[in-house]
T-cell receptor
Framework: QKEVEQNSGPLSVPEGAIASLNCTYS??????FFWYRQYSGKSPELIMF????GDKEDGRFTAQLNKASQYVSLLIRDSQPSDSATYLC????????????FGSGTRLSIRP | GAGVSQTPSNKVTEKGKYVELRCDPI?????LYWYRQSLGQGPEFLIY????????DSGLPNDRFFAVRPEGSVSTLKIQRTERGDSAVYLC?????????????FGPGTRLTVL
């Protein structure tokens, strides 16, 4: 079982709709969770982090964490073509304070 | 200010050769990380430095891989006797400290191709 699992996609969403990206993780001791965006040929860029159960909102982005279900999600409201990218879910390793474990990413495509 | 920089941006080498990849972190950042990203995969942790010392090198795949950060700033990832399977994008990241809450800022990466 992979430590961080994501559906590889592609996920196609019409412009203006809500894009929902999901991720599960295997280590119940994990405490810190991140969403990175990666455009093709570019390096990852942090867009959200979440540490507590529940929702965290930042502009059009909402991260959701459910530690009991070991589930993290990212919602993107009012999707724009510029949101088309690969979204990487990442988890801080509970055994090493600064080691981040990434999922394989979900490719999101926003169609005009 | 300047972000994380990595050189070279592309490196093509032959199987069995030695390569060095360089990372210049953001000025003042004490923590530095190396990752490797293969096509269609997320970055894979290799090693993390706090200052000059390697605080966690558990991700280095074998003893052909070695990294240094002698003055606590620039870091070099060294790969001996390269193999075709080493082909990937090598990413460097830095953060102000090693706290979990510190954002890791990634450089543009070095694309290594081993022929």
């Amino acid at each position: 079982q992979k430590e961080v699992e994501q559906n590889s996609g592609p996920l196609s969403v019409p412009e203006g709709a809500i894009a929902s990206l999901n991720c599960t993780y295997s280590d119940r001791g994990s405490q810190s969770f991140f969403w990175y965006r990666q455009y093709s040929g570019k390096s990852p860029e942090l867009i959200m982090f979440i540490y507590s159960n529940g929702d965290k909102e930042d502009g059009r982005f909402t991260a959701q964490l459910n530690k009991a279900s070991q589930y993290v999600s990212l919602l993107i409201r009012d999707s724009q073509p510029s949101d088309s990218a690969t979204y990487l879910c990442a988890v801080m390793s509970p055994s090493s304070a600064s080691k981040i474990i990434f999922g394989s990413g979900t490719r999101l495509s926003i169609r005009p | 200010g300047a972000g994380v920089s990595q050189t070279p941006s592309n490196k093509v080498t032959e199987k069995g050769k030695y390569v060095e990849l360089r990372c210049d972190p953001i000025s003042g950042h004490t923590a530095l990380y190396w990752y490797r990203q293969s096509l269609g995969q997320g970055p894979e942790f290799l090693i993390y430095f706090q200052g000059t010392g390697a605080a966690d090198d558990s991700g280095l795949p074998n003893d052909r891989f070695f990294a240094v950060r002698p003055e606590g700033s620039v870091s070099t990832l060294k790969i001996q006797r390269t193999e075709r399977g080493d082909s990937a994008v090598y990413l460097c990241a830095s953060s102000p400290t090693a706290r979990e809450t510190d954002t890791q800022y990634f450089g543009p990466g070095t694309r290594l191709t081993v022929l």
